[in-house]
């Protein structure tokens, strides 16, 4: 047998486990304290639960079961975690709306493999979304879960942009174009942030965008005075871009009230997001200092996604934060601590004199809960040490015959390699310093 | 479209979520305390690294992907923990020995779905395993993390069998029998706990297991005196039976040690475990009192199953609490509490007027932990009372234009239905009463 991992899939071991845990643990309180309650679906759904929610691109990366295929009860593994839970929504009526949920799940996507770019096809995300309001008070705190999530996790220099589509949808109306330009134009724009306007520019052209509609979304986008105040001036006579921008106003305004740092949030007009069944805001958070990690979370306003879900309307808005991404980023900031192990002691297997009392001591450290461990075999005190240097214990603790003699202990500490002689009630105390 | 959920899975909603992350919250505590780290693998493994492992009736149930079939790179979903396990221990010689991992993740069986006897398509394995000791003290600490964790959920009267492989394959010896009958033996009398002696005695006859071998059998296992000390003298001449004894002994030692109340667990000889792999000491727990909840939890030592798997010999031992059995019996027993939301506050949507001071309020809660939401509607204040009582959300701050004048709030507790007129500064205390 040649032992591997499945193609675009990992292993995480404890040193990523450690972190991976408590990012999902910030993630719960926050989401938590927010009001949101957990909720999974099964990885397996039936395929047509899936197909036909996403666009044709997106079906064919459905992982689909060995499994009555062509039946009805064809099955394959969920592609997202929102249209499992729009199934939820339309199965369970007696839910009380709004209703607030967080998940956090793998999902499967037959795609090619990118490691580097973060590309996996098999990977965690931590979802939140809200049904049944169009308030925008729900927006603005799905902005302040992705605030206060980062801040907890100690991310300093990152950055909310936010868009909303109606004012996207606005803009190609204010180019003198039809609605249905507007996908392109914003697949276009969405990406200055990574390239020059001359690209952009370039690629508007060859869709055939007609010259004078390029001007005109030109000098918005790169005019001195991009505010939302302008735009309103600009926009006056587009009625479905000032409700855009009044959204967005509301929004910064329950910012202020929530206290996010106005330096972790900006109005972004060229932010578009990939997703089609956006209808109103749009949240994305990025690494200014560091452009190659790409997203950290994206979220927004689908009010009509549901409705073709369940077949009964349904105004939603939801945030993925990517684990994956979030714990990449870290690793390259160097925010992540090098450990393998929660243990805090290991006690030696010194001999069968002491190998009671070893025990005993092992159970007492547990019980004022210190996790402890005791080495199972009677090795030479060297492998013991090694064991103990290889998953950064920080103490080993020798009770060796001598020791017992005396009533009392030998603590190591492992980094500086002093060794003192200790009373045993004296264990917890000397550990916490 | 029909919405429906994949048969033999199931949906989580928050009031069954709440429950299973404190129940996961709690393994991953103690599992912590005595030294485990956690591990992940993909859903998704090569086929090869999971077929031959099991068995042929198991290897029928491993849900295969419509990917690559018939090639060397067809996948599959993992069917237990305790395979993609070893096939990481294969790959990552690396490691320091012991290593000792839990891994909490669904595993997937296309078995005939029977949700009143617990048995699900999809369901999720809590797995704590050790490899590379023989020690005892490693069955000791399992037995250990079982009690522990049973205790901190709130059981009281569970029992853990223990009994040994060693001593079955002894059993089989003394009874006059080769060693390839401890199977259908082992089968026959693991339905002690369920069956009287007579039916086992008729499954036994017509095993066509000799008459003589039967006889034996029965008086040792209904014997008044089956104890560790009287079997050392009924299998005197079995090496492996003492060998196996001495290891239970060893256990109970430990036990002792680890102060584990010695009416939660017993030696119990009839207890066999339904898998071949095991080759030592075997666990199992059940609630005496609640036969018809299967077992909470099982596990063992199987010193060849990783040899088998990675080339490479490594003796091992493991436990796997069983989450969807765990919350049925707390679920049974009424040891869950009736919760949708961890929310504590609902501040309602009083008025235009109100509207910024409630935000404001709503802040504030948060910011000093407590979990607070705030409709996002405008809606009348009994719809607004009927969310908080949907979700039992215990208390409703409402932020009227008198009660801003008098710069209070009003409070209502739900259950009671007693509003008051309190300070804004004094909402901590009043609900944390």
Redesign the interface.
């Known amino acids: 047998?040649n032992?591997?991992?499945?193609?675009g899939?990992?292993?995480?071991?404890?040193e990523q486990?450690?972190h991976?845990?408590r990012i999902t643990s910030v993630m719960?309180s926050v989401f938590?304290?927010?009001?949101f309650?957990?909720?999974?679906?099964?990885?397996?759904?039936?395929l047509?639960?899936l197909t036909g929610k996403y666009g044709e691109d997106a079906d064919r990366l459905i992982?689909?079961?060995?499994?009555k295929?062509g039946s009805k009860?064809a099955?394959a593994?969920h592609y997202d975690l929102t249209v499992p839970f729009s199934?939820?929504m339309?199965?369970?009526p007696h839910?009380?709306?709004?209703f607030?949920?967080y998940q956090i799940q793998?999902v499967?996507r037959?795609d090619r493999p990118q490691p580097h770019q973060g590309r996996f096809?098999?990977f965690t995300q931590c979802d939140c979304d809200?049904m049944g309001?169009k308030?925008m008070?729900?927006d603005a705190e799905l902005i302040a879960i992705t605030y206060e999530v980062l801040k907890v996790l100690g991310f300093e220099n990152f950055l909310i942009k936010i868009n909303n589509r109606k004012i996207l949808n606005g803009l190609t109306q204010y180019a003198g174009l039809t609605a249905e330009f507007t996908g392109e134009i914003c697949r276009s724009i969405d990406k200055l942030d990574k390239a020059p306007w001359e690209e952009v520019e370039k690629e508007l052209e060859e869709k055939n965008i007609p010259k004078t509609a390029i001007e005109k979304i030109k000098a918005l986008l790169l005019g001195k005075n991009l505010s939302i105040e302008n735009l309103r001036i600009a926009f006056a006579n587009i009625p479905l871009a000032l409700e855009g921008l009044d959204e967005l106003t509301e929004i910064f305004k329950?910012l202020e009230?929530?206290?996010i740092d106005s330096k972790n949030y900006t109005f972004d007009l060229s932010l578009a997001r990939g997703l089609d069944y956006y209808t109103g805001p749009i949240f994305e958070t990025k690494l200014p200092l560091h452009p190659h990690i790409g997203s950290l979370t994206g979220g927004g306003r689908y009010d009509e996604l549901i409705g073709l879900?369940?077949?009964k309307e349904m105004p939603a808005a939801g945030i993925s934060l990517g684990l994956d991404r979030i714990y990449t980023a870290m690793e390259q900031l160097n925010m992540l601590s090098d450990i393998?192990?929660?243990?805090k002691v290991l006690i030696a297997n010194f001999s069968s004199e002491t190998y009671?009392p070893s025990?005993?001591l092992l159970?007492q450290l547990?019980?004022i809960?210190?996790?402890?461990?005791?080495f199972?075999?009677q090795a030479k005190m060297k492998k013991q040490f090694s064991?103990a240097d290889?998953?950064s214990i920080p103490y080993v603790l020798i009770l060796g015959e001598e020791e017992l003699k005396m009533g009392k202990i030998s603590l190591k500490e492992m980094k500086s390699g002093d060794q003192i002689l200790i009373e045993i009630n004296d264990i917890e105390k000397e550990i916490s310093k």
Do not use: C
């Not at 032992?3 to 193609?7: E, H, Y």
């Not at 309650?37 to 759904?45: F, K, N, Q, R, S």
């Not at 839910?95 to 709004?98: E, G, K, S, V």
């Not at 393998?340 to 243990?343: N, P, R």
């Open positions: 047998m032992p591997r991992v499945f193609k899939a990992r292993d995480f071991l404890p486990m450690l991976r845990e719960r938590k304290k927010y009001g309650a957990p909720l999974e679906t099964p990885a397996i759904e039936y047509d639960t992982y689909r079961l060995d499994y295929i009860d099955a593994l199934r939820v339309a199965m369970n839910l009380a709306i709004p607030k949920r793998p499967w037959a096809r098999e809200v309001t308030s008070v729900v329950l009230i929530f206290e879900i369940s077949g393998k192990t929660s243990t009671v025990l005993q159970h547990r019980a809960g210190i996790p402890t461990e005791f199972p075999e064991y290889k998953l």
